[in-house]
């Protein structure tokens, strides 16, 4: 297998290379999810108290569904702000999500990065320069280079976390 970071043949070739970084690590949460059961993906630690899995990957994907809206330049719509958010809940917490498949959530989350993949297909290079707003308050502002490089390292972090939830899971199977 050969890993690179080139974007298709219809994309600029930094933004290739930013959405294939945000590509691959979608592809690597496949991968150490897989095989993971309902109990496994809705576990929140010993204690109860850490975001499961199936909220860290619903995390994830309405982060990168924002920015998607960002980078096209269109406001996200209120159907899919009540379809997959919200980013935070009235606790300042990941919302509560439990009895989702992962299926189901790695399926929507694909969906995501589709919908990246045709904005990504549309705009350039020199697009990259080009600031958008973002935060809980729309307070903070990047490039749109920046947001998919974040994009990218966001699902990463995240990713972390889910490897340390599926070695506590699995520590409490051996007890």
């Known amino acids: 297998m050969l890993f690179d970071l080139r974007g298709g043949a219809e994309m600029s070739p930094i933004v290739g290379m930013l959405y294939s970084a945000v590509r691959e690590n979608s592809m690597r ?5 897989s095989g993971m059961s309902q109990e ?3 576990y929140k630690g010993s204690l109860n108290q ?5 909220q ?12 998607v809206f960002r980078i096209s330049g269109a406001p996200l719509p209120q159907s899919l702000k009540d379809e997959y958010g919200p980013v935070i809940d009235g606790n300042q917490k990941l919302p509560m999500i439990e009895g989702v498949s992962l299926g189901t959530l790695l399926a929507k989350y694909e969906g995501v990065i589709e919908r990246l ?3 990504c297909s ?13 935060g809980h ?11 998919l490089w974040h994009m990218a390292d966001h699902s990463r972090y995240h990713q972390a976390h889910i490897n340390q939830l599926r070695r506590w899971f699995k520590q409490e199977e051996m007890r």
Do not use: C
């Open 29 to 33: 949460l496949q991968t150490i999810t």
């Open 40 to 42: 496994e993906l809705d």
């Open 50 to 54: 850490y975001n499961s899995t199936a």
């Open 56 to 67: 860290l990957i619903k995390h994830i994907m309405y982060v990168d569904l924002n920015w």
């Open 117 to 119: 993949k045709n904005v």
């Open 122 to 134: 549309q705009i350039k290079d020199s697009d990259l320069d080009r600031v958008v707003t973002f």
């Open 137 to 147: 308050e729309n307070e903070k502002q990047a490039t749109i280079r920046w947001g």
